[in-house]
């Protein structure tokens, strides 16, 4: 029996977050911030005792899942700090994990699973890096081997499409890791994607058997 209640994809812009974000800012990516909070009530109901993130920031990469996810969650916050390595290192990073999980002595269904990071930043001229062929066909071939659970491909996209300027693919991988190692049913459910200010903002629940 799995100790794996909940796992997501969450992004982190810091407009997200109500002392940042203007009114506009927020009308823009509306419908990232509903799947958030519905992402937020899904993992309220769980109740796990234990919150594993992944992210590739030690600012907001944190910061703006947890205000969404966790705003009265009272257990142990457990966080992974995802370096250049390789996507295949941090699933296989991922994998390891989960025999870790699979020994601690917590009672049954205690764990929730969290990947901070946004997509390709190359989405529009305006954006913070331009544009750039790779960002749209990164973001579209990711979110489409999600769906197909192709993690093969998935663990390929960067040599794919190495000009996307992408920050949360390895965190991705990690998140895959886990739930690969942990030998349940997973099927992803993508709630959001948008790219109003030409970064794509990915909110994803896994659905867990």
Same mark, same amino acid.
């Given at each position: 029996?799995?100790?794996? $209640?909940?796992?997501?994809?969450?992004?982190?812009?810091?407009?997200?977050?109500?002392? $940042?974000?203007?009114?506009?800012?927020?009308?823009?990516?509306?419908? #990232?911030?509903?799947?958030?909070?519905?992402?937020?009530?899904?993992?309220?109901?769980?109740?796990?005792?234990?919150?594993?993130?992944?992210?590739?920031?030690? !600012?907001?990469?944190?910061? $703006?899942? /947890?205000?969404?996810?966790?705003?009265?969650?009272?257990?142990?916050?457990? #966080?992974?700090?995802?370096?250049?390595?390789?996507?295949?290192?941090?699933?296989?990073?991922?994998?390891?994990?989960?025999?870790?999980?699979?020994? !601690?002595?917590?009672?049954?269904?205690?764990?929730?699973?969290?990947?901070?990071? !946004?997509?390709?930043?190359?989405?529009?001229?305006?954006?913070?890096?331009?544009?750039?062929?790779?960002?749209?066909?990164? !973001?579209?071939?990711?979110?489409?081997?999600?769906?197909?659970?192709?993690?093969? #491909?998935?663990?390929?996209?960067?040599?794919?499409?190495?000009?996307?300027?992408?920050?949360?693919?390895?965190?991705?991988?990690?998140?895959?890791?886990?739930?690969?190692?942990?030998?349940?049913?997973?099927?992803?459910?993508? /709630?959001?994607?948008?790219?109003?200010?030409? $970064?794509?903002?990915?909110?994803?629940?896994?659905? /867990?058997?």
């Amino acid at each position: 029996m799995t100790k794996i $209640v909940f796992a997501a994809i969450s992004p982190h812009p810091p407009l997200l977050l109500p002392n $940042v974000g203007s009114p506009e800012d927020k009308a823009e990516v509306k419908n #990232t911030i509903s799947a958030l909070e519905k992402l937020g009530k899904n993992l309220k109901e769980k109740n796990p005792e234990k919150i594993i993130i992944s992210s590739p920031h030690l !600012d907001w990469g944190f910061n $703006v899942p /947890l205000h969404f996810l966790a705003k009265i969650f009272k257990g142990e916050i457990k #966080t992974f700090l995802t370096g250049l390595e390789s996507p295949d290192f941090w699933f296989k990073k991922g994998e390891k994990l989960s025999k870790e999980i699979n020994r !601690d002595p917590t009672p049954v269904n205690a764990y929730a699973l969290i990947a901070s990071g !946004d997509m390709s930043h190359c989405l529009k001229e305006d954006g913070p890096y331009g544009f750039h062929s790779d960002g749209p066909k990164f !973001d579209k071939a990711l979110i489409e081997a999600l769906k197909e659970k192709d993690i093969t #491909t998935i663990l390929k996209l960067d040599e794919l499409y190495p000009q996307a300027g992408e920050c949360g693919l390895r965190s991705f991988c990690f998140l895959l890791g886990i739930l690969e190692g942990s030998n349940i049913g997973w099927c992803p459910e993508i /709630l959001s994607y948008q790219g109003p200010f030409g $970064v794509g903002y990915l909110v994803a629940n896994f659905k /867990l058997e």
